[in-house]
């Protein structure tokens, strides 16, 4: 009778181990597995000790609770870890979670080859880490030291949240972020290189996407198809939709960044929706939806759709271009032109080829103070190239301008080919330009540039009507080649990021065009 009992607890604990194993490992060295796991926590430990090893699989069938130390994966180098590759997905839906996790969720500790698939046959998998402090993250990729760097990992089609509590100290840092792996917020100690971060749902946190490259750069980063941000407040992303810093050959490409609630101060380091800063050596931001980004801080500060604000000028040049931008706006200061909201911003450096970007403005600041399209900065140091944009300011109230520039002259290498259209001022370079004559005998140049209502769709969707005046404005560029749907540019390319054909005369009569 004893024996028998004996048995019924063993079976009966094994069946509650399975029922609360939600972590399913496989290994093609080591331990094969399939080995079961209740939380990535443990997994993790398993394979850092060595257990499991070669190709790894990590299966995720239900919602898993982490503790309050991050779930670390170390790099290969660590010894007794010993694998080629990892694939974490979900084979049902489910949330890895933890309610006080520090400084974040999951670390990926120098390690290298690391795949997180976050929706496999329609399976969902989810990150949150609702550590209510700006010194934690959901998912940190950490190099181990300087020679043991977090490189090719790809972590895409995950849902990230943290939580947002509309204060600075108490939000999550970063949804995702590359950097130090001994202080979360400095960077990195190694180059964490050629990680790509694709098609992720981030939510709630005080940065969306934050990659704080090694001094002397790290190379080959992709961002890209990322939706970061939400219409609920709750859910806002509370400063920065995407930053980069000391990149080389960064790409950031087809996000959707929206929502920003930020309440910063200062502009030295402004709200926006991307920013590039540090050191930024070549690269693209391209074909991203910007809008809905707002700076509510009562003292009156910045905000900005893409913030350039490399530390020096960018050689190789950084390319914007095919951008949608709109809905950006602060409070409105109307004695200090920065301090409000404008579309792109120039903050410092230079070498930024900005090209067919559709920059928008049609929400009024609280105040009737200063909104510019385009701002350029009195940091700018030069060698800017502007071409083919469309720069629209449709606020009502205040002083607007479709392009403001501190900055002289000089800055610009060149700028012509753009559509300059304000419901107030043209630009100011020196003084206020009322009229495209006048700015350009500001900047010597833009002789093919227009003020014109582009005649976008609405506006918060920036493609342009068929009434459009902007059918084959533009001058040819190299690298843009299509628009930002995809559509290729003809020999004699539209102005703005969409390329779009104005409908076939039906008969020799004159008649009017509409849009539909």
């Known amino acids: 009778m004893r024996k028998f009992y004996l048995v019924f607890v063993a079976l009966t604990l094994l069946s509650l181990s399975k029922m609360y194993a939600q972590v399913s490992v496989t290994a093609t060295a080591g331990l094969p597995g399939p080995t079961a796991y209740t939380n990535l926590t443990n997994a993790f430990a398993a394979i850092n000790g060595g257990i499991h090893q070669g190709d790894i699989t990590i299966n995720i069938s239900g919602n898993t609770t982490e503790g309050s130390s991050p779930a670390v994966l170390n790099s290969q180098a660590i010894a007794p870890a010993s694998y080629t590759t990892v694939l974490i997905q979900p084979t049902a839906n489910a949330v890895v979670s933890s309610v006080n996790a520090s400084p974040a969720l999951i670390k990926l500790n120098g390690a290298d080859n690391v795949t997180i698939n976050g929706n496999v046959a329609g399976n969902q998998l989810s990150f949150s880490n609702t550590n209510a402090s700006n010194g934690a993250a959901v998912i940190w990729v950490a190099s181990a030291s300087a020679a043991d760097r977090a490189s090719n990992n790809l972590i895409r089609d995950c849902i990230i949240s943290g939580v947002n509590t509309g204060t600075t100290s108490t939000t999550t840092f970063a949804g995702i972020i590359s950097s130090s792996g001994t202080t979360l917020t400095a960077n990195a100690d190694g180059a964490n290189s050629d990680n790509t971060y694709q098609d992720n749902t981030i ?32 859910n806002k992303i509370g400063y920065r939709g995407i930053y980069v810093s000391n990149q080389l050959g960064i790409n950031i490409n087809n996000n959707t960044v929206f929502g920003i609630s930020s309440n910063n101060s200062g502009n030295a380091n402004p709200t926006a929706g991307i920013t590039a800063g540090g050191s930024i050596s070549g690269g693209t931001i391209y074909n991203n939806r910007i809008s809905d980004i707002k700076n509510t801080n009562t003292v009156l500060w910045t905000a900005l759709g893409i913030n350039l604000q490399s530390t020096a000028t960018c050689s190789p040049a950084l390319n914007i271009y095919n951008n949608f931008i709109w809905d950006v706006a602060g409070i409105g200061d109307a004695g200090i032109p920065t301090d409000n909201g404008h579309g792109i911003g120039v903050r410092t450096g230079g070498g930024y080829n900005i090209y067919n970007n559709s920059v928008n403005l049609a929400t009024n600041q609280t105040n009737a103070a200063v909104s510019a399209a385009i701002f350029v900065f009195s940091a700018t140091t030069g060698s800017l190239n502007i071409r083919n944009n469309i720069f629209a300011n449709q606020q009502t109230t205040g002083t607007r301008y479709a392009i403001y520039s501190q900055a002289a002259n000089s800055v610009y290498t060149t700028i012509n080919y753009n559509d300059y259209y304000s419901a107030g001022v043209l630009g100011f370079l020196s003084t206020q330009r009322n009229s495209i004559a006048a700015w350009q005998s500001a900047t010597g140049q833009d002789a093919n540039s227009v003020s014109v209502d582009p005649v976008f769709v609405s506006i918060v969707d920036l493609h342009l009507a068929p009434s459009s005046p902007l059918n084959a404005t533009g001058t040819p560029i190299g690298i ?24 076939a005369c039906s008969s020799s009569n004159g008649g009017v065009a509409t849009a539909s």
Request: contains cysteine.
């Open 203 to 234: 939510n709630s946190c005080h940065i969306g996407i934050s990659l704080l490259g090694v001094v002397g750069n790290e190379s080959g980063n992709v961002i890209s198809g990322n939706t970061i941000g939400s219409a609920v407040a709750a």
């Open 480 to 503: 843009v080649t299509n628009d930002i749907d995809g559509d290729a540019r003809p020999a004699t390319p539209d102005m703005g990021a969409d390329e779009f054909i104005p409908p």
